[in-house]
């Protein structure tokens, strides 16, 4: 599968899904991948076991060349459908998102329309989908396929730190997730340049127009602490692009179940994917 594995998505199985192979369905990505990879869980705990071939492959994204990665998967259960948000290179430009649609969580149909940047995190609010990229940039259509629209500027903007390695002006957001709990958005990110890399949380209140909301200060939920998350490897910032072998924590992605919240997240760098009860108070 690779040891440079992100993106985690979750889902539960739902009941019209046809010959399910579990009650759980991770999807996840390669830094490199030519397709997109799913592990299957009868238990949220674990064991996960991989589905060997794998799911969307690169060739069937035509919009998209040289890899494919980063999944945000969604259950339309008006439509009986698994939806798939995930991005490649776009020719001419740099790394763009597409979605695709499936009937049974294995086999996918792509849409050549280019909907945005990476690292499209999408939810739903109020009739509407919001989408983060990759850049702390905020996106919204009333079509989940279609008809995307970026606002400026980010509600994520760059930070400037300063701690044992110095100043740095331009900590961006890397990776997201999001969670929506009545109307206001709980946003988790990464940032490249943190030392370590690590998990924070900031609210926005999703009241008036959309192009109004703004960010709270953000708050850390996880930094790594234990052997599997990196802690024995050298703390330092970050770079951009992927990474093994490292003391971070990236790809967070939320998952609730019966009032439950889980953080998924990838560890050292892009070595694996490990999970953490999460309770936000």
């Given amino acids: ?11 539960r199985v739902p009941e019209w899904l046809p010959n399910p192979l579990g009650k759980y369905y991770m999807y996840f990505g ?12 009868h238990n949220l705990h674990g ?13 069937q994204a035509t919009s998209l060349e040289g890899h494919i990665a980063s999944p945000d998967v969604h259950i339309d259960d008006e ?3 698994i939806r798939m948000y ?7 430009t740099n790394q763009r998102t597409v979605s695709a649609v499936s009937k049974d969580g294995l086999n996918f149909k792509v849409f050549d329309t280019i909907h945005g940047y990476s690292y499209f995190r999408v939810f739903q609010y109020d009739g509407a989908y919001y989408a983060m990229d990759a850049s702390g940039f905020l996106n919204r259509s009333q079509h989940p396929d279609e008809g995307w629209e970026r ?22 957001i890397r990776h997201s997730a999001v969670y929506v709990k009545g109307s206001t958005l709980y946003l988790f990110y990464t940032r490249k340049s943190d030392a370590p890399e690590r998990v924070f949380m900031a609210t926005i209140p999703l009241q008036g127009d959309w192009k109004s909301w703004k960010a709270s200060e953000p708050v850390e939920v996880l930094r790594p602490e234990k052997d599997y998350e990196g802690i024995n490897y050298p703390n330092q910032p970050s770079d951009k692009g992927g990474a093994k072998e490292v003391q971070e924590l990236r790809d967070p992605y939320v998952f609730e179940e019966d009032g439950k919240l889980y953080l998924f997240y990838s560890i050292a760098g892009e070595m694996g994917i490990a999970g953490a009860e999460l309770e936000i108070r």
Avoid at 1 to 11: A, C, H
Avoid at 86 to 92: A, N
């Fill in 151 to 172: 606002h400026e500027p980010e509600l994520i903007g760059p930070v400037s730190i300063t701690d044992e390695f110095g100043s740095r002006d331009d900590v961006r």
């Fill in 1 to 11: 599968m690779g040891n440079k594995i992100n993106g985690p998505s979750v889902i």
């Fill in 30 to 41: 390669h830094h490199d991948g030519k397709f997109i990879r799913l592990a299957y869980a």
């Fill in 79 to 81: 439509n009986k459908l």
């Fill in 47 to 59: 064991p996960w076991r991989i589905y060997e071939p794998g799911t969307l492959k690169l060739e």
């Fill in 86 to 92: 995930l991005h490649g290179s776009h020719p001419g």
